[in-house]
């Protein structure tokens, strides 16, 4: 997989923005950028993925680099509810997805 | 069923007996992964299936750990001799295409614990 790095950690405030940033500068022309979160105690929710252009879903934005080599993702009025750890991974096609520590984001009231 | 089935959803059992964990992937769905996830630390690939290719046992953490998938299906991870440290919750996920915009979808995973 593509290596990517994230913040270990992010507080934000209830009703604001969330961005969480990920660097994934070794990505190669076909490989997607998937972010996927994980609130405690649950199995890891898929949130959004996208490949060149920004992508919008009900759940978040994911705003990628001209030159892919970074990302984010966007949580446009964050609630408690989003409080969760987020991960981001670029796997390479035909192999495995591999978790790394992610972003534990804290949405604060 | 509409998603990924794991059972049992908990299993207690004590050491250094085997234990067999089951995942039911979604229809059509010919990856296959097993993850692990101990208290309070992140998700630790063990193994994945795709298709008929052969396994990718990269994280496989010793040789009493081992996974099968029948008829591109079904999919069962044996412990064999189970140990404290194996104490975890194992979450499988199933994807109908990797890497190239396929999502995983993940069962609620299998909470083991070994006395």
């Known amino acids: 997989d593509a290596k990517t790095t994230q913040p270990p950690s992010m507080d934000c405030a209830e009703g604001r923005a969330a961005n969480l940033p990920c660097n994934h500068s070794?990505?190669?022309?076909?490989?997607?950028v998937y972010w996927y979160r994980q609130i405690h105690s649950q199995g890891p929710q898929y949130i959004i993925h996208?490949?060149?252009n920004n992508e919008t879903n009900e759940m978040a934005s994911l705003i990628i680099t001209e030159d892919r080599k970074s990302s984010t993702l966007i949580l446009p009025h964050a609630t408690l509810r989003d409080t969760a750890v987020y991960y981001c991974i670029v796997p390479n096609y035909g192999q495995n997805f591999v978790f790394g520590p992610g972003t534990r984001l804290s949405v604060l009231p | 069923g509409a998603g990924v089935s794991q059972s049992p959803s908990n299993k207690v059992t004590e050491k250094g007996k085997d234990v067999e964990l089951r995942c039911d992937p979604i229809s059509g769905h010919t990856a296959l992964y097993w993850y692990r996830q101990s208290l309070g630390q992140g998700l630790e690939f063990l193994i994945y299936f795709q298709g008929n290719s052969a396994p990718d046992k990269s994280g496989l953490p010793s040789d009493r750990f081992s996974a099968e998938r029948t008829g591109g299906s079904v999919s069962t991870l044996t412990i064999q001799r189970t140990q404290q440290e194996d104490s975890a919750v194992y979450l499988c996920?199933?994807?109908?295409?990797?890497?190239?915009?396929?999502?995983?979808?993940f069962g609620e995973g299998s909470r083991l614990t070994v006395l």
């Open positions: 996208g490949l060149k």
């Open positions: 996920a199933s994807s109908s295409q990797t890497g190239r915009g396929g999502e995983l979808f």
């Open positions: 070794t990505i190669s022309g076909n490989e997607y």
